[in-house]
């Protein structure tokens, strides 16, 4: 498994200097998870007790990405981290609901690392992935809704594919046809490389079924 | 250089508007940190009032935005810290209601003092009960009786 650096616009680097992209490459698509990976959400479930998720706050990676939430506009109260949000639907739902592969799989290493990753399809997305500002009268993917101004974006060279933390372009995501996804982790301050590899490669593991 | 920009450069100091932006979210780091610090220390207690809001984002927020939201995270900190010290100061009134209910259950006829009450997770309860009922209603023999706990999930 190579985990490979995005670019990151000047203008956005001067401002959040410690925010990096991480991304790899899987060459399968997704699906229904196996048993095995089903009943390791049942055992995370077992695991993760309500005392934890009121403690999440204060875990060091969490915690970072709730303050690069409120630095950049979001609410994390309103807008939960990925991290928070698994926590909370822990609580409501009694246990991790297995959804398909990817989210499994995506859910499974965010509660473990803290890291939140975001996975798009590989066929319908540029070589290179970045993060960069939006410009003045900018569509999300080209053709969807008006993006506001200086809205922070995962994009490839030609557009924007994604809101940092938000909704994706049209088409961009993962489906039942995908045969390779990029998954995307983003590092913001606080936050070790080593903890975004390790979500990258527990992600990728529970994908492929193999140590990576 | 004209004297009409002489002044306004004396009047309008040149503000490093990147380096102010850093100094705030630093700020505004060192705040959520405390915050997130008081909403552990809150637990189990509920109905404390935690939102901030927000400037509509992902985005870079401007100056103006970023000293919005650094006062705004102040002010929940000092009112949930307010909040709690004065919820904390009833509970320990609370606690010492029911010590006083232990030495002289008599005095504090069917008075009930819940988990809830002191700041406490689960749903045991100190009630002030006649001893046999009717019985220690009329002898006057009063005792607290503890309850054991949450019923049961049916």
């Known amino acids: 498994m190579k985990v490979t650096s995005g670019w990151i616009d000047a ?93 499994d799989a995506i859910a499974i290493a965010t509660v473990e690392t803290g890291v939140p990753i975001v996975a798009f399809d590989a066929d319908r997305v540029g070589r290179e992935i970045g993060l960069r500002l939006s410009r003045p009268g900018e569509r999300l993917g080209e053709d969807g809704r008006e993006l506001s101004v200086r809205q922070l974006l995962v994009a490839d060279e030609d557009r924007s594919i994604a809101v940092l933390f938000g909704d994706m372009a049209d088409g961009r995501g993962v489906h039942p046809g995908t045969r390779r996804m990029l998954l995307c982790a983003v590092q913001v301050k606080g936050v070790p490389q080593v903890s975004v590899e390790e979500a990258l ?11 990576a | ?29 060192r705040l959520e940190s405390e915050l997130g610090a008081l909403f ?12 901030v809001p927000s400037s509509g984002g992902p985005r870079v927020l401007d100056l103006r935005e970023l000293e919005l939201l650094r006062d705004g995270l102040a002010e929940r900190l000092h009112r949930v810290r307010r909040e709690l010290g004065e919820r904390t100061f009833a509970e320990e009134e609370r606690r010492g209601l029911i010590e006083r209910m232990l030495l002289e259950p008599a005095r504090y006829k069917w008075v009930r003092v ?41």
């Open chain 2, 40 to 51: 552990c220390s809150v637990y189990p207690r509920t109905g404390f009032d935690w939102r």
């Open chain 1, 11 to 103: 203008e956005l680097a001067s401002e959040f200097p410690q925010l990096a992209l991480h991304v790899v490459e899987v060459g399968c698509g997704s699906g229904k998870s196996p048993p095995e990976v089903r009943e390791r959400l049942k055992a995370m479930s077992d695991r993760y007790t309500g005392g934890r998720a009121v403690q999440l706050r204060q875990e060091p990676v969490p915690w970072a990405y709730r303050v690069f939430f409120r630095q950049v506009g979001l609410d994390p109260d309103e807008s939960r981290t990925p991290a928070e949000a698994l926590a909370l639907a822990r609580m409501q739902h009694g246990g991790f609901k297995s959804a398909n592969l990817l989210d």
């Open chain 1, 201 to 211: 490669w527990t992600a990728v593991e529970v994908i492929t079924g193999e140590s």
């Open chain 2, 1 to 29: 250089m004209t004297t009409l920009d002489v002044q306004r450069r004396l009047l309008l100091p040149e503000v490093d508007e990147a380096a102010a932006r850093r100094s705030l979210r630093e700020q505004v780091a």
């Open chain 2, 114 to 154: 819940r988990n809830e009450d002191i700041g406490e997770r689960g749903c045991k309860e100190y009630r002030s009960v006649p001893r046999l009922g009717p019985i220690g209603l009329l002898l006057g023999w009063w005792r607290v009786k503890i309850s054991s706990g949450c019923p049961l999930a049916t």
